[in-house]
């Protein structure tokens, strides 16, 4: 199996505007040296681990530790940790795994310091889950799959997802936050009134004109997601767009738990978070699936990853200090829907997570169309999603001061 190597920055091509002419780029490395000279703050440890039993084997697992937004450059690194839930056959969370993270890397722009790295996250994450769902369903495979990825970058955690493989976030305090959104019909009214009105039907299973029985699925297909990567045998409505959110921890840090449904239909976020508290990384996620087949059998693949994200010097595990009540102001500090606030290398206030961005739109050119550095190649148009060159004729004109995204006429 191959390991993806995210190493590798995308190169912007050879034509620059006139003001890049004019005026010298800074190199990336001395931005970020620069940026850790002048803010000497203390990087948060990561503590993780990772359980799972297999049912179909159609679960897949990404824990990458070593990742680096300048090659050679230690100082610049981030951590990715995803899950996969397949369906249908194997391929899609396969080819998932070991795409995705290369295809996210790829959409990110070379010339950005770090700040401006985690500014162009977001959208460089939702490229990524088209460009890797474009790929596999040229396979012509039907299988499909979930996919929940996370990137931790010192306090700073942004994550996205399709499907239902959920990701939250137990803080210090004990209060327990979603850091997804699950795309299951049954549950997720926005989602089928979008598959409604984009032609698809909502519905239960119907045998032979008997009662209707199981959960709501989209039809044709079946399928009780509205958001994956892959089937391809199932109309647009479904889509690779992922939900993102992106929150800084304060230094207290906290505990991500991202796990595939085999644990979320059998614990709920509370239940989960509590079942493992005060356990190292490893014994929790390996606490979590006993108490998933504890309370519900083998039914499917259950597959958990367990981050402690702690302050250099903590090495005990999280135990709450106190009940939590759940007080959204006092645990979170809103930003704007769909914006990013301003980003630093320090943690949030003290018991506060700052939530920095937050966007679930279904539509590609509401989360690609304004927000990312033009791309171009030997003068050019390059789609940010597959990295292909677009006819002007197409793309229309450039403007070099401007901050667009360009995407071809097909993904639009």
Known sequence: MSVPEVSRMQMMGDSEPEEAKRSPLTPLATLISRELRNDRVEKPSLRYGHASQAKKGEDYFLIRTDCQIIPGFPKSDFAV??????HEGNAAALFAKENLLNHI?????????RKEWSRNLPQALVAGFVKTDKDFRSRGDNSGTTATLVI???WTVTVASVGDSRCILDLHDGAVSLLTVDHR?????????RVTASGGKVGRLNVGGGPEVGPLRCWPGGLCLSRSIGDTDIGEFIVPIPFVKQVKLSNAGGRLIIASDGIWDALSSEA??????????ELAARQLVKEALKSRGLK???TCIVVDIIPDHSHPP?????KARNLWSRIFRKKSHGSVSELSNKPSSDGVV????????AILVERLGTNMPMSTRSGRLVCVVCQGDIPRSEGGKVFPSRLTSWICKGLK
């Open 300 to 302: 499917d693949d259950t």
């Open 105 to 113: 890397v790829s959409a990110m722009p070379r010339c950005a310091d």
């Open 272 to 281: 989960a978070a509590k079942s493992c508290r005060g356990l190292p990384a």
């Open 318 to 322: 999280m135990v709450p200090q106190r």
């Open 354 to 361: 700052e939530e920095l961005f937050e966007e679930g739109s």
């Open 185 to 193: 019909l049954e549950e997720n009214a926005e989602e089928r009134e």
């Open 81 to 86: 940790f995803a899950v996969f839930d397949g």
């Open 152 to 154: 931790i970058d010192g």
